[in-house]
């Protein structure tokens, strides 16, 4: 394999037959004007192929936490459990999902991108797969949780560092389409477990979202192609990145983003059966609304961010609607009123979630970085996730039921984040309004 040597850390891979197509031939030097970063393709197949694997990273990383919704209600009716004590198999799966990013990055940074991907993709199979087998509450608990959720979060921020080493003008738009993957995975995986448990069984409904979800990562293993050689030295995580305000700022914006962003999804289900009328099977289906229409919003979203307004002024906008929208959940009374919800919640947290990743890629120039910065933020939203739904059903389980006082708080703390990631833009840009960033 050739390569052309820059820095002492960082290389430029072989990218094998794509090479005469974009460009780059093995052995030529790619160097940006800094010096300390390879020039980004920003076209053609090679670069583009990327996007479709980070797509598929997408797709498993947070399509199957999307899921759990389903299997919650499976698991109350086959087990018998408490509600609470089933839904610490979902937070943990999202938390762990969280907490390997950070470390994922760093890995990634450090050349070892599809090495990371391929081992997730393992325990990520396998978590599903065992699960299958499980019949008892620990053993479902260590397969979907743990296993599952360790695999999912390896699978994905490789592909952040990968399509950020490729692209820089198109960055926001290219992390943002490969954020669609998510909403087909919020949308194939729930749907496989729901429509076919009923004609083959639970176990086997499993296993069939276990080889769809093989088709996915695998072919993610297969067309990912890292450009960098990697930066080995280095901290797990760049602590000195909250020397800077923005990103400072940032970090708290996207904290208190994520504590509140799964409350509407963890429990739009049960204020939809409990409060409103709804039964089982139509509470899943305001779920699969809620994440089908977020398949068509990110790609906008990113489109807007990338040619208009900027991925950190979008992110901004976006929970500002956000918060808007758990304010307004509150005056809704009716089943009409919970399917125009589920539309625009849909809308609104899936522009947010796929913009956040383009503003936090675009902190970071030194693409060698991208996953040891970036990680810090994911750590951060680990903690978040765990504790964002517990807080907001302590709030419920207090207040008798009514979900009033969890939707003002889940209103109001995604307005702080708002406040706090605007804030990060005036440490950035100054009292420049129109600064597209």
């Known amino acids: ?251 708290v914006g996207t904290f208190l983003f994520f504590w509140a962003l799964y409350y509407g999804y963890f429990y739009i289900n049960s204020y939809a059966r409990n409060l409103i009328g709804f039964d089982t099977t139509s509470s899943v289906q305001l779920l699969l609304i809620t994440n089908a229409v977020g398949i068509p919003a990110r790609p906008i979203a990113g489109l807007i961010s990338n040619k208009f307004v900027g991925p950190i002024n979008t992110y901004i906008v976006s929970m500002l609607v956000l918060s808007g929208m758990i304010f307004a959940w509150i005056g809704v009374h009716d089943r009409l009123g919970m399917y125009v919800f589920s539309v625009f919640f849909g809308i609104a947290a899936a522009a947010a979630q796929c913009v956040f990743i383009g503003a936090l890629a675009s902190l970071t120039d030194d693409p060698t970085k991208m996953g040891a910065r970036s990680g810090i933020v994911y750590l951060l939203s680990a903690f978040a996730v765990m504790a964002g739904p517990p807080t907001a059903g302590a709030i419920v389980d207090q207040t008798g039921g009514s979900h009033l006082w969890a939707q003002v708080w889940g209103g109001l703390v995604t307005l702080l984040g708002a406040v706090a990631v605007a804030g990060a833009r005036l440490c950035k840009t100054g009292l420049v309004l129109k600064s597209r960033i």
Not at 180 to 206: C, E, L, M, N
Request: net charge neutral.
């Open 1 to 251: 394999m050739s390569h052309t040597k820059l820095e002492p850390d960082i290389k430029v891979t072989d990218i094998n037959d794509f090479s005469e197509e974009e460009g780059v031939t093995p052995g030529s030097s790619q160097s940006s004007n800094q010096g300390d970063k390879i020039e980004p393709l920003e076209s053609g197949l090679l670069a583009w192929s990327q996007v479709l694997a980070g797509a598929l990273g997408n797709c498993m990383a947070w399509g199957n936490p999307a899921t759990f919704g389903v299997y919650q209600l499976y698991y109350q009716e086959a087990l018998g459990l408490p509600s609470s004590q089933i839904s610490w198999i979902g937070s943990i799966q999202t938390f762990l999902t969280f907490l390997l990013c950070a470390i994922a990055g760093r890995l990634a940074d450090a050349g070892y991108a599809r090495t990371a991907v391929c081992v997730g993709t393992v325990l990520s199979l396998l978590g599903i797969f065992m699960t299958s087998l499980a019949t008892e509450y620990w053993q479902i608990f260590l397969a979907q949780g743990v296993c599952a959720g360790l695999g999912q979060g390896l699978l994905f921020m490789p592909c952040v560092s990968v399509i950020s080493s490729y692209f820089f003008r198109k960055r926001p738009f290219a992390l943002a389409l490969a954020a669609t993957g998510s909403g087909f995975g919020s949308v194939v995986f729930p749907a496989i477990v729901q429509y076919v448990t009923p004609k083959i069984g639970f176990a086997w409904a499993v296993r069939c979202h276990g080889f769809v979800a093989l088709l996915v990562a695998g072919t993610e293993c297969i067309i990912l192609r890292p450009r960098l050689a990697g930066r080995k030295s280095g901290a797990l995580f760049e602590w000195n990145a909250f020397k800077e305000p923005t990103y400072f700022l940032f970090s």
